[in-house]
């Protein structure tokens, strides 16, 4: 296999030292030529065209020259196959590299998305879990208050008048004017009495207050006439 390729080689090197050498044989018959014509005067004139056919030869010769110079041309079929090959599994090996980055990448960013989403997921069910404890805790504190609430108020000193503020607050009315709801709604007859009671006492304040001086002065209880309506 060994002596095959090196005969191929030799071969190609002798064919195109052959075509250089009839290349260069060419070019100086064409100078030759052009010398003769430049000696004699009767013979038409073909400078030009030599000169131009002598160019197109230097230049081949040159062409030849670098194709015989080529390191492509030493190498052998096989050798060129070969190379060939390795260029084609280093082009894959760099789209599996390429491949495998983008499938990196695409993992990557799959494995965010999906933490964010538990993220979010646990996140919406935190907030729910603290709506619902808050909720409990608002149930449970006014449980706590409505049991509490009277116990506490009672317990204070009785000049705060907590109880009494509270149950007019309850009522949203003033403490005056919910005492006299909560009188009403205790016992209606004897709440009527209080009212008849502080109609006389208004109607006959005069006579009454004439009543307690005659009384202080006397130091006993005296008899004071007062006058009644027919709607008393």
Known sequence: MADGEGADEDGAARAFKDLRGEVTLLRRAVERLAAERTGGSDAPDYSETLGVIANNITATAQRVDALVNSPALALTPEEIGRQITTA?????????????????????????????????????????????????????????????????????????????????????????????????AGDARAYAGVLAGNRLVVANRETLEACRKQAAKAEKTVRCTIEVGTGE
């Open 88 to 184: 084609g599994i280093a082009g894959r090996s760099e789209d599996r590299r390429a491949i495998a980055a983008a499938r990196q990448v695409i993992e990557e960013v799959a494995t965010k998305l999906g933490r964010q989403l538990d993220s979010h997921v646990m996140a919406d069910d935190q907030r729910r879990r603290l709506w619902q404890v808050g909720l409990a805790c608002i149930v449970a504190g006014m449980v706590l208050w409505a049991i509490l609430a009277g116990p506490l108020a009672r317990s204070m000193p009785a000049s705060w008048l907590l109880p009494e503020r509270m149950a007019a607050r309850s009522l949203r009315m003033p403490m005056w004017e919910a005492g006299q709801r909560l009188m009403r």
